[in-house]
């Protein structure tokens, strides 16, 4: 695995490449520049990033061998998004060098009993990684309706690879019940072209999650979303309501039947990662796949497609890794357009409604 160096630009120089970017109007020259360095600061991330995936793979197999472990890098939309967002707890806009989830791995896990166990791991663990920060967003939910516990570490290392200390890295855990909710969100967004995450599109579809993210965390006896009914009826209702308002379960099943998958899922051996391009107006999904070794690939191409779709919502696309094909399905089901367990999910609670 071909590794990048972090310190090729210095931190005043990514600093100044996310400021470059946040700018509604810049020139061609401006953004390529800007684009190549800030490809380079969040490729450097690879390799801290396969550490910390490879101990959360062992650590959530332990607590739930079914469990699924997958990472990613940070798409430029959202990277963008993120440094043109103001924070209540400092001054200013984040800086491109100390945003903390520019590269993330993720388990989901069975139930909302694995996720605090698996918490409890990381609690009791000996890593040599700095804990500097963690988000409980299942006792306290975001306001859009967003569930799952975030630990953001800082990479150290006393051995070897020591250019590398000081990265952050941001480990998400989640129950199956938030992976369904978070990924019918993405899903959501991708094909009505609205930005759901942080409550930011209409607020017909931003009140239809958050209702329907109350009512998984009923099912796992865990805290509601702000603002929301404590009653299971009037909140079934309420989610009855909108459902039939949205057609909802309609709309999933034709991105379901839509999209057009031009790869055998099952046929890549031996690939762990995977650059995914959805299509929405030709209702398409290319996937490449590349081995460990073609590491350094992979992250060329993602910055190669991200520079050729810059600024165009109908197209996205996302570098990941998986152990295989079918756990990439499994992980980030929106870019499948499926949401098959989200429609059972869904249907489950509108026959319980008087």
């Known amino acids: 695995m071909k590794l990048l160096n972090p310190k090729k630009y210095s931190r005043s120089q990514t600093d100044k490449a996310g400021i470059t970017l946040s700018k509604k109007e810049i020139t061609e020259e401006d953004k390529n520049e800007a684009l190549e360095i800030l490809g380079q600061w969040r490729g450097a991330h690879s390799y801290p990033l396969h550490i910390f995936k490879k101990t959360l793979k062992n650590y959530s197999e332990k607590i739930d061998r079914k469990s699924i472990t997958v990472q990613r890098l ?5 990277i963008i998004k993120k440094l043109n967002r103001t924070y209540e707890f400092q001054e200013g806009k984040i800086k491109l060098s100390r945003m903390q989830d520019i590269a993330g791995c993720r388990a989901i896990v069975r139930s909302i009993k694995n996720v605090w166990q698996l918490k409890e791991q990381y609690h009791k663990s000996k ?8 988000y409980d967003y299942i006792t306290y939910p975001k306001i859009d309706g967003y569930r799952s516990v975030h630990l953001v570490y800082k990479y150290e290392s006393d051995r070897e690879r020591k250019e590398y200390n000081g990265l952050l890295i941001e480990v998400q855990l989640r129950s199956q019940l938030q992976h ?14 609205q930005v759901l995450k942080s409550a930011e599109g209409e607020a017909k579809w931003n009140e239809f999650f958050r209702l329907l993210s109350s009512a998984f965390a009923k099912m796992e006896n865990c805290p509601i979303v702000s603002n929301t009914p404590m009653n299971k009826q ?24 839509s999209l057009r998958q031009f790869e055998d899922l099952k046929s890549e051996k031996q690939k762990e990662f995977f650059v995914l391009e959805l299509d929405t107006i030709q209702e398409k999904i290319t996937i490449t796949a590349f081995s460990r070794k073609e590491e350094k690939k992979a992250i060329d191409m993602y910055a190669q497609i991200e520079k050729k779709i810059y600024g165009k919502s109908e197209y996205d696309v996302v570098l990941v890794g998986a152990d295989n094909m079918v756990e990439l399905k499994k992980a980030y089901p929106n870019y499948f357009a499926d949401t098959k367990e989200f429609i059972k999910l869904l249907t489950t609670i509108l026959e319980e409604v008087n």
């Open 180 to 193: 369904i909710w978070a990924t019918a969100v993405e899903t959501t967004s991708l094909f009505i072209g």
């Open 234 to 257: 009037v909140l079934y209702n309420l989610i009855k309501e909108k459902e039939k308002e949205l057609n909802i379960i309609t709309r999933m099943r034709k991105w379901n039947e």
């Open 127 to 134: 890593l040599r990684h700095k804990l500097i920060k963690e």
């Open 74 to 78: 940070k798409r430029v939309p959202s």
